[in-house]
């Protein structure tokens, strides 16, 4: 069975700081890993990674992929009110036409002025 | 503007009841899928949909149905068969049936 596991499931801290979310998968025919952050209602990309040890970064934030190891971090620095949130991995399979994400039960970050 | 809609936003229901929420696309997306979302849990795979005319069970189909007769459309009916039914309710679609998926909005459903 696919399984996508996060750590932590939430985390509180002040403006400024630095956190790094966690996320480890088991998925059958692994294609990718995506991230993408939920505030009140639909979630919204993030990042999508394919290939190992390739940083992808978009303003404070910023991710990689270990495919040996079977993880991705997700890093957000300088982080402000408004990145409070619950962020989610997925992995995405590709078994012939059948193509899955698989969630994990995300992080909630919860960011104090 | 090109996105997803979900209506309702809010639906009410009395146990025993089956219930149609409705997923609307115009970013001529071919596959389209739906999700349910509980309190502190992340997203489960209801169904999908790679082309019209034909879908696939995902994870926790039990209880519901869909059609696909229309690229545009993919709807959701929970029914009365479905045993906890009340919960957020998510579709998504992608240009392929990898790669991202962009969401809708949601509908939350709550039974009585």
């Known amino acids: 069975e696919d399984k996508v596991v996060q750590s932590p499931l939430s985390l509180v801290v002040h403006e400024g700081d630095t956190v790094t979310l966690n996320c480890s998968y088991e998925?059958?025919?692994?294609?990718?890993l995506l991230w993408y952050k939920q505030e009140k209602k639909a979630p919204t990309f993030l990042f999508m990674l394919?290939?190992?040890?390739i940083e992808k970064k978009s303003g404070r934030l910023s991710s990689i992929l270990d495919k040996k190891e079977l993880f991705s971090i997700l890093n957000i620095t300088a982080t402000q009110t408004g990145d409070s949130a619950i962020y989610l991995c997925a992995a995405q399979n590709s078994g012939g036409s059948n193509y899955k994400l698989t969630f994990g039960k995300g992080t909630l970050l919860t960011v104090n002025p | 503007d090109g996105g997803i809609t979900q209506s309702p936003k809010y639906l009410f229901r009395k146990e025993g009841q089956n219930v149609t929420l409705s997923c609307e696309q115009n970013?001529?997306?071919?596959?389209m899928y739906w999700y349910r979302q509980d309190p502190g849990q992340g997203l489960r795979l209801i169904y999908y949909s790679q082309i019209v005319n034909d879908f696939q069970k995902g994870d926790i189909a039990e209880g519901y149905s869909v059609s696909r007769e229309k690229k545009e459309s993919f709807p959701l009916t929970v029914t009365s068969a479905q045993k906890n039914p009340t919960a957020f309710y998510l579709c998504?679609?992608?240009?392929?049936?990898?790669?991202?998926?962009?969401f809708g909005p949601g509908t939350r459903l709550t039974v009585l």
């Open positions: 394919t290939s190992s040890g």
């Open positions: 998504a679609s992608s240009i392929q049936g990898y790669g991202e998926q962009f």
């Open positions: 998925v059958t025919n692994f294609r990718s």
């Open positions: 970013l001529n997306h071919d596959a």
